[in-house]
């Protein structure tokens, strides 16, 4: 069973810009969520979604967005990018059936913000 | 301003030795707790699960201990190999309905492993 594939793996913007990241999560799974690993704050929930409806959100800027499509497939945007926003977004997965369904980590995207 | 770096706890062994990486956790009203493992370039792998009914539960050379009363969590790796070497995450969750793919993580802990 392939795991959860995000791409692209890494993305250089620059202050301003807006990016757009993508996940697909592991066959059958409905959930995912993502997160935002930085040196300085460790791994941070963003968002959540389960059956293209975001359940769940972290204390992010409305800068940062997201959506699922019906494959289960999401994205996350970030707009006006600032220098902040460097770090590794990690897609993660589950059934999403209950609250405690193990997540299960894709190897993220490297946004570098310059 | 400048952020700085989470200086993470470190643990060295040599090999085949048994590891033990602990945390705490604060929330009192969390109840299922993960352990991750992240290797360089890499997410955060899946080790082991445990809910908050239980105290003790075993995997393969992995086994976790969850200690309700003073809110501490453990990773016990048996037989440690150079492959184990990597950063481990303790992560948690409560019930409820905000609760949907929201882990808070802990700092996480490194571990080396010396041929």
């Known amino acids: 069973k392939a795991g959860v594939t995000q791409t692209p793996r890494y993305l250089i913007k620059t202050r301003g810009q807006q990016v757009t990241l993508s996940c697909s999560p592991i066959s059958g799974h409905r959930s995912v969520s993502w997160y935002q690993q930085t040196p300085g704050q460790g791994l941070q929930f963003l968002f959540e979604y389960f059956s293209e409806t975001q359940r769940n959100k972290g204390n992010f800027p409305g800068r940062f967005s997201g959506r699922q499509f019906s494959n289960s497939r999401s994205e996350m945007n970030v707009s006006t990018l600032e220098l902040g926003d460097s770090a590794l977004y990690l897609c993660?997965?589950?059934?999403?059936?209950?609250?405690?369904?193990?997540?299960?980590f894709g190897n993220g995207t490297r946004l570098t913000v310059t | 301003g400048e952020s700085v770096g989470l200086h993470l706890p470190t643990l060295s062994v040599q090999e085949g030795d048994n590891s033990i990486i602990n945390c705490a956790y604060s929330n009192s009203a969390s109840d299922y707790f993960i352990w991750y493992k992240q290797e360089s370039g890499k997410g955060p792998q899946f080790i082991i699960d445990?809910?908050?009914?239980?105290d003790k539960r075993q995997g393969q050379r992995v086994t976790v201990l969850l200690n309700k009363t003073v809110k501490h969590l453990s990773l016990q790796i048996a037989a440690t190999q150079p492959g184990d070497s990597a950063v481990y995450f303790c992560?948690?969750?409560?019930?409820?309905?905000?609760?949907?793919?929201?882990?808070?993580f802990g700092q996480g802990t490194i571990l080396t492993v010396h041929p």
């Open positions: 993660a997965s589950s059934s999403g059936q209950a609250w405690n369904s193990p997540l299960h």
């Open positions: 445990i809910r908050s009914n239980m």
């Open positions: 992560a948690e969750n409560n019930a409820g309905g905000t609760s949907y793919g929201k882990l808070t």
